[in-house]
């Protein structure tokens, strides 16, 4: 039986990579975003093209309403939700001293909380069906935190505990959740960043290169076929920060 996916935050850099493999993998994709409409349309026709079809849904789901809007729009379509991956959020650069009510709000809000109500959302639904699985994109800053990202690496790792906890809630009901902590990933995030600080990190990293959008989606792949694997949270970071 065909499996059935939301991604939220799908319109671009790992949340993209991640719809568009699972969709040619026949995963029935709902590919969620919110303001970058034009990248989704286009995600949209480039998969067609290849005769794959994914449907793509404008939702905030930092809000309760919409984010059950998009999770009702999947079950009326397709009846069921086997797989969530959490991958909407934004980033914050700034002095811890500089950031403000409103920087929490957003971050907080994007990240973290967009997490909790998508997860308890489905899993109305994969409780029924006595199978689910979640997969949270969370980052390395959630485990050892980032200087000049400290909102950023906190919402992270609340999205590392919401992980854990629900793993040992879920269990007895057979859905898996999953955290995968990306370290520096080739995406529109590394803009903040000059050359010659990207160069300067590479230089910190055993591999010496940055991480791919596919070396994530990869990582999705296997947790998604995986059927023992529950509350762990693994870092995909060339070697970055091993713990």
């Known amino acids: 039986m065909e499996k059935i996916a939301i991604v939220t935050g799908a319109s671009r850099g790992i949340g993209r990579e991640i719809a568009k493999n699972l969709s040619k993998n026949n995963i029935k994709v709902i590919a969620n975003y919110n303001n970058s409409e034009k990248e989704a349309i286009e995600l949209k026709s480039k998969l067609e093209k290849e005769n794959i079809k994914i ?64 997860s308890q959302e489905v899993t109305k639904n994969m409780i029924q069906n006595k199978s689910g699985c979640i997969i949270n994109i969370s980052s390395i800053w959630g485990l050892v935190g980032g200087a000049l990202e400290v909102i950023y690496s906190i919402s992270k ?58 070396d994530i989606s990869k990582c999705v792949d296997w947790l998604i076929e995986d059927n023992y694997t529950t ?5 995909i970071n060339g070697g970055w920060v091993i713990t």
Do not use: H
């Not at 040992?168 to 990306?182: F, M």
């Not at 995030?189 to 590479?202: Q, T, W």
């Not at 509350?231 to 870092?235: A, D, E, L, N, V």
């Open 55 to 118: 449907d793509i849904f404008k939702a905030d789901v930092s809000k309760r309403e919409e984010a059950r809007n998009l999770v009702k729009y999947t079950v009326n379509k397709y009846g069921k939700v086997d797989i969530l991956i959490n991958n909407a959020g934004i980033s914050e650069y700034k002095l811890f001293t500089e950031e403000t009510d409103d920087d929490w709000n957003r971050v907080i809000n994007n990240n973290l909380y967009s997490a909790f109500v998508m």
């Open 157 to 214: 790792a609340g999205m590392d505990g919401l992980t854990k906890g629900l793993a040992k809630e879920l269990g007895p009901s057979n859905i898996r959740v999953n955290s995968i902590a990306p370290g520096l990933i080739q995406t529109n995030m590394n803009n903040i960043f000059s050359e010659k600080e990207i160069n300067d990190l590479k230089g910190e990293i055993p591999l010496n290169k940055l991480g791919e959008t596919i």
């Open 231 to 235: 509350g762990q949270i693994i870092s």
